[in-house]
């Protein structure tokens, strides 16, 4: 059904850590602190887009356009 609509999502939840990478300018670690913060809440672009295609809700050519790791969707 192409006519849905499903939203993928990164969420960032304030953290110590997280606060000292942006205010280092260190956003290369970004996606490192996201996932060691899985547990709290925090996801990764990707990881949302990966759910979305494994729950068959999304295709792998959809998933790959909007993914920022392409290598993960081929």
């Known amino acids: 059904d192409k006519t849905r ?5 990164e969420i960032l939840i304030r953290t ?3 606060g000292n ?3 280092s300018g260190e956003i290369n670690k970004l996606a490192s602190e996201i996932q ?3 547990a709290a ?3 990764l672009m990707d990881d949302s887009l990966m759910e979305l295609l494994k729950a068959g ?3 792998k050519e959809g998933a790959f356009s909007k993914a920022i790791e ?3 969707f081929i």
């Open 5 to 9: 609509r499903y939203a993928a999502y």
């Open 16 to 18: 110590q850590g997280l």
């Open 21 to 23: 990478i942006i205010q």
């Open 36 to 38: 060691m913060n899985r």
């Open 41 to 43: 809440g925090m996801i």
């Open 57 to 59: 809700k999304i295709s």
């Open 70 to 72: 392409k290598t993960r």
